[in-house]
Structures are given as C-alpha cells and as structure tokens.
C-alpha cells in the first residue's frame, strides 16, 4: 500500500510535519504538528497548525491519530489544539514515562505532574500496531536521540522523526538526557533493514551545505549509500566517535526549555494558577 503523503514545512524551527491518508479513503493522521511559539514575548501562535486544519477540512478528511515520533527539544507540539478542531487520538512512544520522570525533575514539577503517560491517549511499545482507517502503521521503537523515539513504518513509508536526517546532513544529536549515540547506531540499523525501497520522511531539515533547496523524502536505499553519518562501510565505532565529538560542539535548541514542559504533558500547558495565567519555568545551569 502506498500512502498519500502531504507535508508541511515550518520556517521558524525546520519541522516538517505530515498528513498521511489511507488511499482507499478519507482516514488519516498527523504526524509532529507544530505550535508556533514567541520565545522572546512568551506568545503562541496557531498559524502552523490552522494550515494543516483548513487542509483537512478542505479535503474532508478523517482525523484518526495524532502521532509524536518523540518529545521534541526544537518545538511546542499543537496535537491538542488540532484534537479539539478535528478529533483523533494522541500517541507517543511508552517510553514517554522515562522521558517524563528525567525532565519532571529537571523542572522541579512536584508530584502533581504524572510521570505515567496518561496525558496520552495512546502509548505504544515495539511492535505495536495501528490502524488510518484499512491502512495497518507498525510501530518500531528507535531510541538513541530520546528514549521515546518511534518510527512509523505503512506501505512503502516510514516517519522516522529526529532518527535519521537527509542523507547529506546525517542523523540526530544524541546528547539529550537519555540519549546514546549507540543506541542510535542501532536504531538506523532498524531502519536500514526495511526495504530499499521504503520512503523515508525526515523530521527536520537545515539544507547540508551546497543544496539549495530544503527537503524532507528519501529512501532506505539512498541512505544505506549515501547517508554521511552511517552510510557505506561506517561503522558503529566511527559513528560514536563522530556523533559524540560532534554533538559536544552544539548549542542547545533555541526552543528546548519551553519545548519539553510543554511535549511531556502531550503539548499542554502547565496548569495555570489561581489566576489563570500560565507560567513555563527556567531551570539555571540543568540542562
């Protein structure tokens, strides 16, 4: 089966997000939505997600899940918002919880802040299945980057998020609490073993130098010989070498501090206060 894939390129953090339909009907889902976020005035903004809403609404299509391939560091989620204007459930990797309890202390949450998931509707584990209306998504669970990272495979097409970028830029940081470039080496395993022939939509792009144009679709194939990272005859030892030498020279994302209260809580805001306003908080010298 090969799936009708429609993406939405955001400016501001280099996300793609992903309507993905059943071609035997109007059944879909939206994988990593975006909200739009003001870090300087604290500000949010709907603009990325009523795109994707008047999309769905035009075409009349179904929404049936709202996907996360993780909790991401570079950007709000809006699933919650997109829930409200078009139904579907919330689904994230189980691991979640692990991702939940290391950041719900960093934040200092307290014990009101559930460490186990239940802000999902749905949490998936290697292996699981699911259904966009006949169209049967296997889940795949490809840790390295997060510990919650998932990958979407349906048809001939596989989501992989933050695992794997545009075969000229490489594979994702993995220096993130949780994270190990090891791990990471193995999950591409996983994904390189589906066939050649699978597409495969990145998460994100930043143009690798010399490329004009941003993109977002390969195939398992081209990046089994072409990926700079773990294309070839790369091997493990030289991937944790690199991907740890490089990741020690990186900034933190410009978004990560708002970005994870906001994903490990499936893209809510922390509850407000007496008053009704809502605060995010900034921890000094933790992250």
């Not at 690798?208 to 072409?226: I, Y």
């Not at 790369?234 to 978004?255: G, Y």
């Amino acid at each position: 089966m090969t799936p009708e894939v429609t993406s939405f390129f955001d400016d501001a953090t280099n996300t793609i997000s992903f309507v993905v339909r059943d071609p035997n009907g109007t059944a879909c889902a939206i994988i990593d939505s975006v909200l739009d976020f003001d870090y300087s005035s604290g500000r949010t903004d709907t603009k990325s997600a009523d795109e994707i809403i008047a999309f769905v609404k035009d075409k009349g299509y179904d929404v049936q899940w709202l996907l996360e391939t993780h909790v991401h560091a570079d950007h709000l989620s809006a699933a919650p918002y997109i829930q409200q204007e078009l139904g579907g459930k919330i689904g994230i990797g189980d691991r979640i919880k692990v991702v939940q309890d290391t950041f719900g202390k960093v934040f200092n949450e307290g014990t009101e802040f559930q460490r186990d998931g239940s802000q999902f509707d749905q949490l998936f584990v290697e292996g699981d299945t699911l259904m966009i209306g006949q169209m049967r998504v296997d889940v795949m669970h490809t840790p390295g980057h997060t510990p919650a990272c998932l990958t979407y495979v349906t048809g001939d097409a596989a989501f992989v998020g933050d695992t794997l970028f545009m075969p000229d830029f490489g594979t994702a940081r993995c220096d993130f609490p949780g994270g190990s470039s090891e791990t990471l080496f193995e999950s591409v395993q996983k994904i390189l073993a589906l066939p050649d022939e699978t597409r495969i939509f990145v998460g994100h792009d930043y143009k690798a130098p010399g490329r004009d144009e941003f993109a977002w679709e390969t195939t398992v194939g081209e990046q089994k010989t072409k990926n700079v990272h773990v294309g070839g005859d790369k091997t493990k030892e030289d991937f944790i070498e690199m991907r740890d030498t490089r990741d020690a020279s990186l900034a933190m994302p410009k978004l990560i501090i708002p970005s994870l209260q906001v994903n490990m809580r499936a893209g809510q805001m922390p509850e407000p206060d007496a008053q009704g306003d809502v605060f995010l908080k900034v921890p000094v010298n933790k992250i």
